[in-house]
């Protein structure tokens, strides 16, 4: 009898550990979760409510999120020991529209959702993708989706399958003299957010 009181006595201590222990991660997550809408929030064109789609921060607040919604947007941002990290050209924000789980749009947008250019280019700070050749895309995606993207494609961009146009700061199109295509294995990566501003 004696025995058992001192294990019961420890059974009891480690579930009040494991119950303390849950309660703070909890309360931990709710904190984050609560500053990633804080800044989520700045983004008027995001629609709300939104959930995380991707998160990968480590313990010292660096890392990136994405958010998603009912409307298929995809928020992303980076953070930099819990800080909104500001990319070159003052970009904290991308903002991708799909239709159909095919992209439409980027935008670049400051610390306060606002648009922003992106300086490396052309200073756009939206860009719109426009299949004009749905079938042959098809086909060059399959290739690109079988390879998980681990694929080498000859730059198809003389194909003329995918026209981007870009906007600037007020949303406004940049004139080109000429239009801009870009190949599809670009536009894949572009798809599933491989690229960073």
């Known amino acids: 009898m004696n025995i058992i009181k001192p ?4 059974r009891k201590l480690i579930q009040l550990f494991f119950l303390f222990f849950i309660g703070f991660q909890c309360i931990s997550a709710t904190a984050q979760s609560d500053n990633y809408h804080v800044l989520i929030n700045r983004v008027k064109e995001f629609s709300k409510p939104a959930r995380i789609l991707n998160q990968h921060i480590d313990a010292g607040g660096n890392g990136s999120a994405e958010f998603t919604n009912a409307e298929k947007q995809v928020l992303r941002f980076r953070l930099d020991h819990h800080k909104l990290q500001i990319q070159h050209g003052g970009i904290a924000y991308q903002l991708f529209y799909y239709k159909n789980d ?6 670049t947008l400051d610390v306060n959702g606002k648009l922003a250019g992106e ?3 052309k200073n756009e700070s939206g860009v719109l993708f426009v299949i004009e050749k749905p079938n042959l895309y098809l086909k ?17 961009s003389n194909e003329r399958i995918i026209r981007v146009q870009l906007y600037d700061q007020n949303n406004m199109l940049i004139p080109e003299f000429q239009p801009t295509y870009i190949s ?14």
């Open 7 to 10: 294990i019961s006595s420890n």
């Open 102 to 107: 095919y992209l439409e749009k980027i935008q």
């Open 119 to 121: 300086r490396e280019s």
């Open 140 to 156: 060059k995606k399959k290739l690109i989706d079988d390879a998980e993207g681990n694929i080498d494609l000859k730059d198809d």
């Open 184 to 197: 599809s294995k670009t536009y894949w990566n572009y798809n599933v957010r491989m690229y960073w501003p």
